[in-house]
């Protein structure tokens, strides 16, 4: 397996590729690069020369990096015209955006892994691309090292996706997981988890949920061939999930997953009774699912994407979601794609949107709902509560009584109801003589 | 969701689309792109017309195809030279090879579902498409709807994947799965999975291992970047998988499954010292993996395979690996990247085989070995049979003894060895006086 410049064609100029971004990923991206070359030459058809890393700060310790490369100067970098691939690894919304945008004014592809830029503003990246000529690559902006864009931009692009349900964050799973096995609180494990590495000094976007919701749009518009933006995505997060939520999950056979939902919704009947057009929901939240469901067995900071299609059935696909060389596999892999794509001068696919199916809103979005009271132990307070569910259309399927000294825990689980339904109904509770308090409200999903 | 000629380029010409074989395969993909026409014109960029559809047979009923449409002449189809697209579903040899191998010469890129086919002379199907400047895509030929051919040869094609098993063959996975879960025996179980539609009258490509061994050799030149044919692959099937071997695997926490494994193998240390380069093994055989592994959960007819690489760690990909619709999905999948490519003058990757890498004699693979002896119970025996293992260098790892009337049962688990060195050291204990008989053999894998 050794290659030799004799197995590639006479005089073939290398391909030039810049990197912005020099942290954990963008370490082993340049190191993977460096190491590998000539199995990166081999598979590319040219050589693979890289022309500069752009860093925050010169003078940090970079062990196995060429000190040559690197510049603080991103904006010239980016500009250079004779640079084919820039892959960008910063993050968040600026600088990153103008730097792509400007990347691709001057000619170059783009590989990112940002997930919230492509979340808030990927219609802007892509019609960049299509004016350029360019190609735009993202696979490591969602689920780390697991193949999911590329299935769902092309594998998947003869069939109906009907839904994508993703547990598409480590460091929650790894949280939710942990107080699953060992009954511990959520305060606790957030702390531990930081300790060992898997949640941030600032955990917020992790654990309330933004970092799901951006993946959740990207998903979104990918399977259903709409634009979907983070904004549109609704969103609740961890920190308000308690031990006793999980152990009344694992009473009903269920364990407690952040799921990133996208899914078409049922059509609504129109007025003169034909079916309307189906709308998109997309929210992310923590949900209860059974034991059973493929999604349950996701343990750790491991990630994994369920996919259901009108052909295809039920697919899922499962790795591990983030870190340096899981998130750097997926970035080389669109880098190799990319450079073949210059090579044979072609390019790869462009946004696609046609659907243009609404965002619906999350009042109408349909499930089930398990439900937890301190309520009265008084002579009829189940009739009471189950009057006021009945009131607002909601169908209870169970209830669990557990009595307490004069007060009583019970436990609803309910039938498929709206979100809006349900809310009215809480809120209802809430005013009742007889409710002390509505400890907790989770959404049951995955049946 | 209405797309409309307006949203099309003006006067966007058709792609014009033929598919060869219209068995449920065939009758699914010609369905799904008559009834969702629309969809696909506005994924592609262009509309898709379906100019012909090879059969075998004009007379028999076939719901919902238009019969203006089939003809029994698909050498005069793929001669056309208005043929943008051949989508290929006769399955075999010949006539499929002469067939594609036309259909490129006459300027048509080809989709394909046969694995029997790409594992037997892929290189010349690469090659032919490589001169005409046409596509070749084929990622039904491997595991049904679960997108694992473009993972490999795209999304994976910078990293280094060091290890691909799968289940492959869902007729052996559902008669194992219902063999360990029913402990019945092998026999009857295939009877009613014939019964049930999970396997065909004649059985002999899936139980033999003739189907996952096609399959392995298309993942492992993938995955390897080398040419690995169906005739490299080392092969047994399941016949001899007795209820007796189930009920041992499950004492010791493991099922059996048919696996299709392609691995790297540990590079030899050369003459000087240095190290050889890495081969390659792939071998399809029934192995006792432990309850504990991801692809330990695959029930019924799914398919899984789980993959290793270097910075990628492990990914799983889960899904139908059979049927008309998960088939066809994966099939329209590839017609509408194709059909892109076509809109955008691009081309797909072609055959990646720089690394040539050897493929080992299964003499040289090194796995661990489940063993059944029925010996004679006197003492002494198990000295006896300890000697001959450590004669032929294999380590004993656990040793099980169980009497009956004057007879023993031996269940011995090896450490890693060589093939070599174990069958050497079966045809020394079938020597011995005191070896009634060596009931099983099989191999342990995925610890």
């Known amino acids: 397996m050794n290659v030799t410049d004799a197995d590639l064609p006479a005089g073939a100029a290398p391909l030039r590729v810049a990197v912005l971004g020099c942290g954990v990923v963008g370490t082993e991206v340049v190191t993977l690069l460096t190491d590998q070359a000539d199995d990166f030459a081999a ?5 693979i020369e890289l022309v500069g890393v752009a860093v925050r700060r010169l003078n940090k310790v970079r062990p196995g990096i060429d000190t040559g490369l690197l ?17 960008e690894l910063i993050g968040g919304i600026e600088p990153a955006r103008t730097l792509i945008l400007t ?6 592809s783009v590989v990112t892994a940002n997930k919230a830029l492509l979340a808030e503003d990927g219609t802007t990246l892509y019609a960049a691309a299509e004016k350029a000529g360019v190609d735009l690559y993202f696979e490591a902006a969602v689920a780390g090292a697991i193949p999911i864009v590329r299935p769902l931009r092309e594998s998947l692009v003869g069939d109906e996706i009907t839904s994508v349900i993703g547990i598409v964050n ?16 959520f305060d606790e494990t957030l702390e531990e988890a930081q300790q ?7 955990p917020t976007a992790d654990i309330e949920g933004f970092d799901a919701a951006a993946k959740a749009a990207i998903l979104s518009s990918l399977a259903f061939h709409s634009r979907v933006s983070g904004a549109d995505v609704y969103r609740e997060g961890i920190t308000d999930v308690t031990s006793g939520d999980i152990a009344s999950a694992a009473e009903m056979g269920c364990v407690v997953k952040l799921l990133a939902i996208c899914a078409l919704t049922e059509p609504a009947e129109l007025a003169d009774g034909s079916p309307g057009e189906r709308a998109v929901s997309v929210r992310v939240h923590p949900a209860m699912i059974p034991r059973s469901h493929p999604l349950a067995t ?4 491991y990630n994994a994407v369920f996919v259901e299609s009108r052909a295809a059935g ?3 696909f499962t790795g591990p979601g983030a870190g340096g060389p899981p998130t750097a596999s997926a970035v080389l892999g669109d880098l190799v794609t990319v450079c073949r794509n210059r090579v044979r001068g072609a390019a790869g696919p462009g946004e696609s949107s046609y659907a243009q199916r609404k965002v619906s809103p999350i009042g109408e979005v349909v499930t089930r709902y398990h439900l937890s009271l301190d309520v009265a132990d008084v002579a009829g307070v189940l009739a009471t509560i189950a009057g006021v569910f009945s009131d607002y259309g909601v169908s209870i399927q169970t209830v669990r009584q557990q009595g307490r000294d004069g007060d009583a825990r019970l436990v609803i689980v309910t ?3 709206t979100d809006a339904a349900l809310s009215a109904t809480v809120e209802a509770l809430h005013r009742l003589d007889v409710v002390n308090e509505v400890t907790s409200v989770m959404r049951v999903e995955g049946e």
């Open 71 to 87: 510049t603080v100067d991103a904006d010239a970098l980016v500009r250079r015209d004779d640079v084919d691939v820039v892959v």
């Open 43 to 47: 598979r590319v058809g040219r050589p």
């Open 298 to 301: 996701v343990r750790g900071p």
């Open 196 to 202: 060992l590495g898997y949640a941030e000094a600032d």
């Open 103 to 108: 990347a691709m004014e001057h000619g170059a």
């Open 170 to 185: 480590g460091t929650t799973n790894y949280i939710l997981d942990k107080m699953d096995s060992e009954g511990s609180g």
């Open 415 to 417: 039938h498929r109801a």
């Open 314 to 316: 039920r697919l899922m």
